[in-house]
């Protein structure tokens, strides 16, 4: 079932949907950034609500946003993510691409399915713990203040896309899970069991932005994948 009116609705209500922003957060975040730029949504691809497992990444803020708010609506990102999205000519290491990787690799050794890179694009979905961003030069991260007002909205977001499997990458996304967690099970490096109105299991990483941190932690891949593997569902 897609359930993507569902979000769509969230959004509205909450004053985070690209074209009814009235986020009670929204003079905060705006201030002092000329280049501030409203709300996007998840990624959510139609095929994410019938994959097993469900795997959401939940990464910083979008780096850069469009000014044209319609291009920042859940069909719309829809649109540039699933059906436009050519992965083989995403930059290697850059978040993007690892992305659709650590979705690959996790998918398959759970489902026991063989999905190509490009097959990716159908089934995870992604969240950003910021949803607006101060467009910074060079995509740097949004100031703190961003990521800490935008708690207020992701509990809701994740109790209707219920993930299997949560990918965090990077601090700020980190922060704001243990924030959520009401009870944590460590079940090894980087892997946890958590409760956070409904159970899921958890992998901290770093953002592919942080490169040496990031590699050698992708080193340790197959020893996450066992991990879940074993724990899931």
């Known amino acids: 079932m897609d359930k993507i009116k569902e ?10 949907h690209s ?8 003079d905060d975040c705006g201030s002092g950034s000329n280049k501030f730029s409203g709300p996007k949504s998840a990624f959510i691809p139609d095929g994410y609500w019938n994959a097993n497992p469900r795997i959401a990444f939940l990464s910083l803020d979008s780096g850069d946003g469009y ?56 089934i995870f979905c992604h969240l950003n713990s910021a949803k607006c961003c101060q467009n910074k030069k060079g995509s740097r991260e949004a100031d703190i203040k961003l990521f800490r007002n935008c708690r207020a909205y992701l509990k809701g977001e994740l109790e209707i896309l219920r993930p299997h499997i949560l990918i965090t990458q990077g601090n700020n996304a980190k922060d704001s899970i243990e924030n959520l967690a009401v009870d944590r099970k460590k079940l090894g490096d980087y892997v946890e069991k958590i409760d956070i109105g409904f159970t899921l299991l958890w992998v901290r990483t770093y953002h592919p932005s942080s490169y040496g941190f990031y590699y050698k932690q992708k080193r340790q891949l197959g020893n996450i994948i066992q991990l879940l593997s074993k724990n899931y569902p």
């Open 19 to 26: 074209l009814n922003f009235t986020c009670q957060f929204k």
């Open 67 to 122: 000014s044209d708010p319609t291009k920042r609506t859940p069909l719309a990102v829809r649109q540039q993510e699933q059906f436009e999205c050519r992965v083989d000519q995403l930059p290697k290491g850059r978040h993007w691409y690892e992305t659709h990787f650590w979705t690959k690799e996790i998918y398959n050794a759970i489902s026991h399915e063989e999905i190509t890179i490009q097959d990716t694009c159908n």
């Open 7 to 16: 979000i769509e609705q969230f959004y509205y209500d909450n004053g985070i």
